[in-house]
């Protein structure tokens, strides 16, 4: 059984931090920022606002957009790394602050910053055996409560967000998730990590190096699968890290850089949430149009790493 995209929401917090921000507080400049990262600013959620905050927002926009309500779905996959809570999940809570009644199931998934690609392959397993017919991802990530302000090498790379994408069932298997690819290499916990205490621990070049190499590898898997090649595709979506790694990957993919969707300026790093927030993004930004076949990879802490083919 196949499956289609139909509605999408986001959700970023009204605080708005820039690189002038940064540079008041830290010993950092504008340009070494820009220039070594390409984010300009990022959102931060308020002290008081969580996960399932923004997840809910997120999710109730996506209903809203498909013009369903939330009994309409059959099953709600969270990508998280950052929620407040151990349990109950973030699915969980936000099925009840929309109000369901209908006891259908949610649970996060936890792939750091392939938790989206990671969502949408268990997404496309439930609509290959024909288990549910209407799937609620939803990435959402408070990276805030993880940056040492103190640590300049991190504190400027990340922001928070929450993006939802709903698919239903359809007869065509050339729309919807068409194929996911996830993969994992238990080798690279000493290169990024979050702490107990809250802190990401980060070889900064190392990670750059795996980035490159293992995206462009998802990104190959995918298209020999599909018998694609980047001609047929509309847009690539890569992990909004950093646009340096973003240029090496579309280099290594001799991709044209504008088929690259590009949202790390604006939002930083928002790790699960970021590649589900910059197909919203792309929406609304009437970049992206209905029917327009989307390369989806994605690298993350782990290490894990993998993408996604969707026809939107
Ligand atoms: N402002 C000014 N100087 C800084 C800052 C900052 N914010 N951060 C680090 N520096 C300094 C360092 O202290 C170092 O100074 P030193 O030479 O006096 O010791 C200097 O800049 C160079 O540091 P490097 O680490 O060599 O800089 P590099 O060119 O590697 O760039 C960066 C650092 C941007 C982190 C790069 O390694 C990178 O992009 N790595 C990928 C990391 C990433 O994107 N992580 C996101 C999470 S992973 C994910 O999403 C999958």
């Known amino acids: 059984m196949g499956n289609k995209l139909v509605g999408y929401g986001a959700y970023l917090p009204s605080r708005i931090m820039t690189n002038a921000d940064f540079e008041r507080i830290m010993d950092t400049t504008d340009d070494w920022i820009v220039t070594r990262t390409g984010i300009r600013e990022r959102h931060i959620a308020r002290d008081d606002e969580t996960v399932v905050d923004m997840a809910t927002i997120a999710a109730q926009r996506a209903l809203e957009n498909a013009n369903i309500t939330i009994d309409d779905i059959d099953m709600v996959i969270v990508a998280t790394t950052t929620p407040e809570l151990d349990f109950p999940s973030v699915g969980v809570q936000v099925l009840g602050r929309l109000g369901a009644t209908k006891s259908q199931p949610a649970f996060d998934v936890r792939g750091a910053c392939t938790g ?147 949202t790390v300026d604006k939002h930083a790093n928002t790790s699960g949430a970021s590649g589900v927030l910059a197909l919203a993004y792309g929406f609304e930004s009437g970049m992206i149009r209905h029917g327009q076949l989307i390369l989806y990879p994605a690298f993350g802490s782990g290490l894990t790493w993998g993408a996604a083919l969707i026809r939107v």
């Open 116 to 262: 989206y690609i990671y969502a949408l392959h268990t997404a496309r397993a439930f609509f290959t055996a024909g288990i549910h017919k209407r799937i609620m991802i939803i990435g959402a990530e408070k990276m805030s409560r993880f940056i040492d302000w103190t640590d300049r090498s991190t504190a400027v790379l990340f922001g928070d967000g929450a993006g939802a994408l709903i698919f239903e069932h359809s007869t065509s298997s050339y729309s919807g998730i068409i194929d996911t690819v996830v993969m994992a290499d238990g080798d690279g916990y000493e290169m990024l990590h979050g702490t107990e205490n809250h802190k990401i621990i980060m070889n900064g070049p190392e990670t750059y190096k795996r980035a490159v190499m293992s995206m462009p590898h998802a990104a190959r898997y995918i298209m020999e699968h599909a018998g694609i090649t980047a001609d047929n595709v509309d847009w690539i979506i890569p992990h909004q890290a950093n646009l340096r790694i973003i240029e090496s990957c579309a280099a290594r993919l001799d991709f044209p850089l504008d088929k690259i969707l590009v």
